[in-house]
């Protein structure tokens, strides 16, 4: 079956979509694949992190074989955020976009709540091109966790009810292609930037970054051209982080 173009592989239960990703990868698959499941029953989110995967929710992964170096790959994090921003929002009425926003590096919020996750795996060396790409993703479209650190919504909590899988594939595999598209015109990422910015929760406010080994607060003041998160400090000194975990003061979203 196909989907937007791409190859669709479709589950009833699964370990994990991007499990499948790594599979169809070890085995040469070429690509692009849509792997999407009903139920997964060793879903995952950013670093190691579980992610509940009930029922009625959109849980997903594209693979892809990129043809470029995990540094260029990279900045596919921040075109799966935006075209993940594009399909949800088609999915919303009118009034309910622009409450929708982006929360560093391809958190998708709605009034400051989670509503749809994005995970990455790959599998390459350095500075050799990628063997291959999982841009695993989970939107809460039926159900949404609670009692978990950062607080979750759903389409259905929203008032948005009947919106399906499958409703939320077409509109993903429609985002995705023009989204990639652009990443690879000759605006390249810098384009892919300027969108996710335009989305992103937070900008100009107080932010708090928890790294492994620190947790600091400063002035979310943008994005580096590579991705990385820009940080003023209050000593005035611009911070960089490549990864970590981000909070906002409810008032800066």
Known sequence: MAAGGFTHKAFVEIDSTNEEARRLGEAGEVGPVWITAQVQTAGRGRRGREWVSPSGNF?????????????KAAELSFVAAVAVHDAVASLLPPDLRPDLKLKWPNDLLHKGRKCAGILLESSGIAGAELAWLAIGMGINLAQHPDNVEFPATSLAALGVSGVTPSDALSALAAAFDARIALWRDVQ???????????????????????????????????????????????DGMLRLVSAGDVFFPAQSL
Do not use: Y
Request: proline letters at 5%; one cysteine or more.
């Open 188 to 234: 390249g990422f810098a384009a892919i930037r300027e969108a996710w910015l335009a989305r992103a929760a937070g900008l100009g406010g107080s932010i708090t970054v928890r790294l492994s080994d620190e947790t600091f607060t400063g002035t979310f003041e943008g994005l580096a051209a590579d991705g990385s998160l820009e940080v003023r400090l209050p």
């Open 59 to 71: 849980m997903g992964t594209l693979f892809l074989r990129p043809q470029c170096s995990p540094r």
